[in-house]
């Protein structure tokens, strides 16, 4: 009834405009691309009782990695002298492959010998979704050499009749063991794989090898070996493709994987056992089966004593449609920041019901902003936190809708603005390693209390000095954003004339300067984790740069520390010149003023890191052909040094650059490698993983997708000893031989792909689609009602500030998804029946029955 009333209250004649897109035709997604994209995001919060060491020192050096099964694609800080490590590093990275395991290892750091895998938390891909955006204790479990495995293997099992020498007819089982894909690196290296082939009974164990395959990941052994089974006296010629019953049960295949490790031991990589009873109808059988554990790999009876590690995981799994789907959705969302109210919106609506609000923040950022939506909506949404605010001192401290969206507004569009503004000071900090601990309690013997005082003085004003001089460099958005935020909190609290400082403080030196200060590899500032002594200084300036661009510090002159010694130390700052500087700054970059973009005089720096090099016009052979050097890129020019910092020794511009792709492995028998194509000879490029790979060909991909004469075909592998290894083709100038991947489009302005984010939201939607239904019925109820909500537990935490209009929203949301789950339900059918379980895309898990 109360829906009845509210849709009879929503004007007929306008009908939903989000759903006059016209859509394509069913069954017009099945001739085009769907892209399947998979990214994790999460936090490593902490570890806690962990197994000390025997002996009087107990204590670790620990760090935390995350590995794609056994593929390590990030590495947290370093956490000295604990037991309980607190970690708290975020992290986001899309997933260029499959994987079985998503496995997270804590190490104690030893610098002498190998690093101690302590113990692992390792989740199954299909159990992910169980652990979404939760924070979860997992116990760690113990790392043995039987549990860690990775890949998968190509099997053929056929019988044969077969007359013995003496005339009886037996059964001849024959293995064909194709190929294997995804082995892991062994030492950072492709590794040198065989197989033991077994066929395994109650009284029988016959064992055969392959040969061993060098230096590759996946190796193709397509070998045979033929096992006799024997017949009991009953035997006929009738059932001669049949293996009898009693037997059946009793014996299997086995095939173990191993690197062959020449002078140390093999490395065990994986087994899987295959009953013979699959032939029981049929005289063949072929398939790919994911290798497993040993059977007693990972179990032990002490797997509680080892700890445990706090997660935050959010794993998704996207199909990406044509564009034209997406039309409906992203037409409403990008109406929200002119709907009234704010909270009646599409945008909003969803960041209500998401369970975790960052969900939604993610793709709307990029999304908005991609369309110059942001200002008006986070804009808009920040009026909504004023309005319950009641103390100017707590201005935007919360974590709320506004606060999460300028949050990620900031991490997009400042990043260039965080490299030009610290980067060089961060350089000179972590490289120098000047001592700069202040607390009494943390001094070392020989330490000069005084001098650490001044290197940490020195520091923060050549920081503070940097930030409030770098106005001209701050992003235009964010300027905007900045001067709505201050004219907000003036109307806000007329007669606090400090809170136009405070609104815009709390964001760029709260959230953005002091954040990257203390964490300058989570920015992109630095290629590494600092070690210990360097991230306790930077966090002493992170907490002196933050109080410095506070509403202390403007109004009072005083510090907020707790600490004593911190107090002491900030009493050198408490200068006029130091408010003044401020206060300049703020009005500099919360100014409508046309500001000239940073990026027009000089390059924009995109990215940079250590990778692998071949050397050119090298021959095939030879271990130095590969060197590691350091690769820079501007929008101007992909460069790489000896070291950060030295000069380059090779400069490739931009706009020479004709395709970025990915590189076969069986070129140089090595994994995560890419090409640039330009106008010289190709450079080849090893990654250190998956991830950084497949980073490293987008950027150059966008940096370069307006270029002029791009390739449209390339050669997927390397032309080595006088012909393509790919198509065989002699002429070294040979048009490539497969179609280069497909550009991005060349409108996009910033690294945002608009069709992922919109599919990102539907997505959010489908998932929180119970709580939508509860919206619903809450509108329905104020709307009948006009009084207490009838379930406060279920309504009381939606914001409806005009329940016709937000009722009205959530029909045109719910048209609109019912409309895109057909496309996608329609692709999840096709998809399932296309990829046959034993195929290479879904392989065998374990025994088959």
């Known amino acids: ?32 691309e769907v892209r399947v994209l998979q990214s994790l995001r999460g936090k490593i919060c902490e570890a806690k009782n962990l197994l000390p060491y025997l002996g009087p020192h107990k204590m670790r ?12 694609v990030y590495r947290t800080q370093v956490v000295e002298k604990s037991l309980s490590p ?5 992290f986001y990275f899309e997933i260029p492959r499959t994987f079985q395991y998503l496995s997270f290892y804590v190490y104690d750091k030893n610098v002498l010998q190998r690093d101690l895998r302590i113990g692992k938390v390792a989740i199954k891909k299909e159990d992910l979704c169980n652990h979404s955006g939760k924070e979860t204790w997992f116990s760690l479990q113990p790392v043995d050499s039987n549990s860690e495995v990775q890949g998968k293997v190509h099997l053929e099992l056929k019988l044969n009749e077969l007359i013995t020498e003496n005339g009886t007819v037996c059964q001849q089982l024959v293995v064909h063991i194709k190929a294997c894909h995804g082995l892991p690196l062994i030492n950072g290296q492709s590794c040198d794989p065989y197989a033991t082939v077994s066929l395994v009974g109650p009284s029988r164990n016959d064992q055969k090898k392959t040969k061993v395959k060098k230096k590759t990941s996946n190796p193709q052994f397509n070998e045979i070996f033929y096992f006799e089974v024997t017949r009991s006296s009953s035997y006929t010629r009738k059932s001669q493709f049949q293996v009898e019953e009693e037997d059946i049960e009793k014996l299997e295949i086995r095939i173990d994987l191993w690197n062959n490790g020449n002078l140390v031991q093999d490395v065990f990589l994986g087994e899987i056992k295959v009953p013979v009873n699959v032939l029981r109808n049929d005289s063949s059988h072929q398939a790919w089966y994911l290798l497993q554990p040993r059977d007693n790999g990972n179990k032990s009876s002490k797997t509680d004593d080892l700890g445990s590690l706090r997660l935050n995981i959010c794993y998704t799994e996207d199909y990406v449609l044509p564009s034209e789907y997406y039309g409906p959705l992203k037409t409403l969302l990008l109406k929200s920041p002119d709907v009234q109210p704010i909270s009646a919106s599409a945008a909003y609506i969803l960041g209500e019901i998401c369970r975790d609000k960052n969900d939604a923040v993610l793709p709307l950022v990029r999304l908005l902003l991609h369309h110059d939506k942001l200002v008006l909506f986070a804009t808009a949404v920040a009026e909504l936190d004023l309005k ?28 260039h603005y965080l490299k030009v503004t610290l980067k060089p000071i961060l350089d000179e900090i972590c490289e120098s390693s000047k001592p700069c601990e202040i607390d009494p309690i943390k001094l070392k013997e020989g330490d000069n209390v005084e001098n650490n005082k001044e290197n940490l003085r020195y520091y923060v004003d050549k920081l503070f000095s940097t930030i409030v001089k770098s106005s001209m460099s701050c992003p235009t958005v964010m300027c905007d954003i900045f001067y709505s935020l201050r004219q907000m909190a003036t109307q806000r609290f007329p007669n606090d004339p400090h809170v ?53 510090s403007l109004s009072k002159s005083k510090s907020s520390f707790k600490e004593t010694f911190m107090c002491e130390f900030f009493k050198m700052f408490q200068e006029e010149g130091y408010i003044i500087a401020v206060k300049k700054f703020l009005d500099e970059i919360s100014s409508t003023e046309t500001k000239e973009s940073s990026g027009t ?48 020794i090779y400069t490739i511009p931009v706009k020479n650059i004709l395709a970025v792709e990915k590189l076969e492995e069986s070129s140089f028998n090595k994994k995560n490698m890419f090409q ?34 791009r390739l449209s075909f390339y050669h997927p592998s390397a032309y080595l000893n006088g012909n393509w290894l790919c198509c065989l083709e002699t002429s070294e100038s040979a048009l490539g031989c497969k179609r280069c991947t497909a550009g991005v489009p060349a409108d996009i302005q910033i690294d945002i792909d608009e069709d992922r984010e919109t599919e990102r939201i539907y997505s959010l939607f489908t998932l929180s689609s119970l709580k939508l239904q509860k919206m619903e019925e809450a509108c329905g109820t104020i709307a009948v009602y006009q009084g207490p909500q009838k379930e406060p537990d279920d309504y009381s935490n939606f914001v409806i500030e005009d329940s016709v209009t937000t009722f009205k929203t959530i029909q045109q949301i719910k048209s609109i998804i019912e409309k895109l789950d057909e496309p996608h339900e329609k692709y999840r059918k096709k998809r399932s029946s296309s990829a046959k379980y034993g195929s290479k895309e879904n392989p065998i898990v374990g025994k088959t029955s």
């Not at 953005?512 to 964490?519: D, E, I």
């Not at 590691?628 to 040094?641: G, I, P, V």
């Open 601 to 648: 005089s000089e390059p924009v720096h995109l990215k940079e890191g250590e990778m692998y090099k071949r050397a050119q016009g090298r021959t095939r052979i030879g271990k130095k052909n590969f060197k590691k050097r350091w690769f820079c890129l501007t929008s101007r020019e992909l460069t790489y040094h000896k070291q950060p910092g030295k000069d380059a």
């Open 61 to 72: 050096d620990c760090f935390c990695t995350i590995n794609l099964d056994q593929e390590e």
């Open 1 to 32: 009834m109360a829906a009845a009333a509210l849709a009879a209250a929503a004007p007929s004649s306008e009908a939903p405009a989000a759903t006059a897109t016209a859509e394509p035709e069913a069954g017009d997604e099945d001739s085009r």
């Open 388 to 415: 319950d605010t009641q103390d100017a001192n707590t201005i935007f401290r919360g974590n709320s809708l506004a606060t999460r969206c300028l949050d990620e507004m900031m991490k997009i569009v400042g990043g």
């Open 86 to 90: 607190f970690f708290s590093e975020e």
């Open 500 to 552: 136009q400082y405070s609104a815009v403080s709390s964001f760029v030196f709260l959230r953005f300067f002091a954040v990257a200060v203390v964490s300058p590899h989570t920015f992109h500032l630095r290629p590494h984790h600092p070690d210990p002594q360097t991230i306790r200084t930077l966090t002493l300036i992170s907490k002196t740069i933050q109080t410095l661009g506070s509403l202390g």
């Open 676 to 709: 640039v194509i330009h106008t010289e000879k190709p450079l080849y490029v090893q990654a250190n993983n998956c991830v950084e790979a497949n980073e490293w060909i987008d950027v150059l991909c966008r940096v370069s997708r307006c270029n002029q004469n």
